[in-house]
């Protein structure tokens, strides 16, 4: 009788099979999870998607989860074959972050603030410099420019951190590797540190923003907690981009090409009515205070008039030993004049792909930056490779 009993208890039980895939470019999703609805029982698909289940009698729904995409339920029936597309959750997508050791875990997970910025943002601002980027995107986080010359520092603080020695600004970590910014100011403002001759700023201008993934900022405790004392003043996190299979193709190619002007929107108010007073010194009512008229006044051109010329070109006072009879009337300098139109030129090219188990990813970029100062040019240029392999189910190699 107990043999009787187990075999009826074998013909009641059923193995479903089938395949998950992406709505994206219909490759198999590995790790997602399988589970009969209202029970424990369930399983994960392998690194095709593939997926095996044995479910009891009166089990009627299959749950299909995984992060980043659509939970779907699915009626199973009599059928022993259910193959499922799951398609992408935008709003799910958005609460993924890259934590501290290079894992994926869903924003509510994690027991500390963490604020994104993602690649599109990073695109729609336009900015050549990575920091600039974040003005406005992040709260607690201020950018602070150095000038607004080509290429002049930025210099970065989350809350207001600060430090008698300058070096406030937070630790960088591209791809989990801690990239060392420190600077120890000198009286004079300069560097003496890591960029010793160069104003405080830091190198993340050398970033080509559009290789860039996400931004993940870390501020207060936590960032202590997870990279030390180096943290204390916040972490920025960079994650750059990564190869793989994406829209159905082998390999992907993104050429992006931008252009933009920059112009001075203001100059301060200067006196262009009167020159340089004698020597310097003011005195109400006193005629020396004030220099020639520059709209009436000019030089004599009769070597015989008292103070001869005293004054040169820019209306400062000259000895009269220095007198030069061939100039004329005093010129007046149009400060506004000095500046020009900025252009920035932007290029970059990047070559994606992969498979189910190599991909890489190269990307080249060259911008052109002259600035609104005469003579103030930055030109960068940036190359990328990256790529990586599974050679097992436990062993993978990526650089």
Known sequence: MSFIG???????????????????DGAGVPGVTVLVKGTIVGTTTDIDGKYSLSVKPGSKTLV??????????????????????????VLMVDEVVITAIGMTKEKKAL?????????????????????????????GVEVTSSSGAA??????????????????????????????????ADDDGFGSGDVAGVARGNRALDINPDDIKNISVLKGGAATALYGIRGANGV????????GVTGGHKVDVNFNSSVRFSQISQTPKLNQKYAQGWNGDWYSGFFASWGPKISESGYSKDPSVWGYPD??????????????????????YD????????????????????????????????????????????????????GSTKLSDKFKISG
């Open 6 to 24: 187990v075999q009826f208890a074998l013909a009641q039980t059923r193995t479903i099979n089938g395949t998950v895939t992406s709505s994206d």
């Open 64 to 89: 299909f989860s995984y992060i980043g995409m659509k939970t779907q339920e699915v009626a199973i029936g009599s059928q022993n074959q259910v193959d499922v597309i799951l398609q992408p959750d």
């Open 111 to 139: 027991g500390y603030n963490v604020q994104d910025v993602k690649s599109e943002e990073i695109a729609k601002s336009g900015n050549t410099d990575v920091v600039n980027a974040l003005q406005g995107r992040v709260s």
């Open 151 to 184: 290429g002049g520092a930025n210099y970065i603080t989350i809350r207001g951190a600060t430090s008698i020695t300058g070096n406030n600004q937070p630790l960088f970590v591209v791809d989990g590797v801690p990239i060392d910014n420190s600077v120890t």
């Open 236 to 243: 920025i996190q960079i994650t750059t981009k990564k190869g």
């Open 311 to 332: 004054f040169d070109v820019d209306g400062a006072i000259v000895p009269a030993a220095d007198a030069d009879p061939s100039l004329g009337s005093v010129n007046i």
């Open 335 to 386: 400060h506004f004049n000095f500046f020009q139109t900025g252009v920035t030129f932007n290029n970059s090219i990047s070559l994606s792909g992969g498979n189910d188990k190599s991909s890489f990813y190269m990307s080249a970029s060259d911008m052109d930056d002259k600035g609104v100062i005469p003579n103030n040019h930055v030109r960068r240029n940036t190359f990328k490779i990256s």
